[in-house]
């Protein structure tokens, strides 16, 4: 099993920057890649960008250019980095670490104001 928590999430105007992190902690060394997804009201779930063990990324193309995501193995953590948000980019973001099966932290909510 794999605990996931979530951090950095808040309001911010349109343009504007924030940095989401999340700590993993239990059976880390069987994680196969871990990722970001985001989920705004009445919407589906959906990828925002993916990074594997060996740090190759990838990302949604609404994201592009503006996301990136990176990680510290010595803290097991995974950060997104998000520049020029806009308000479409408001929703609960998700950490998501894949072993044999998903494991889901709880989400933090971003909100871009325009």
């Known amino acids: 099993q794999v605990q996931l928590v979530e951090s950095g999430g808040g309001l911010v105007q349109a343009g504007g920057s924030l940095r989401l992190s999340c700590a993993a902690s239990?059976?880390?060394?069987?994680?196969?890649?871990m990722g970001w997804y985001r989920q705004a009201p009445g919407k589906q779930r959906e990828l925002v960008a993916t990074?594997?063990?060996?740090?190759?990324?990838n990302y949604a193309d609404s994201v592009k250019g503006r996301f990136t995501i990176s990680r510290d193995n010595a803290k097991s953590t995974v950060y997104l980095q998000m520049n020029s948000l806009k308000p479409e980019d408001t929703a609960v973001y998700y950490c998501?670490?894949?072993?044999?099966?998903?494991?889901w932290g709880q989400g933090t909510q971003v909100t871009v104001s325009s």
């Open positions: 998501k670490a894949v072993t044999n099966w998903s494991n």
């Open positions: 990074i594997t063990s060996g740090g190759s990324t």
């Open positions: 239990g059976s880390i060394f069987s994680i196969n890649y």
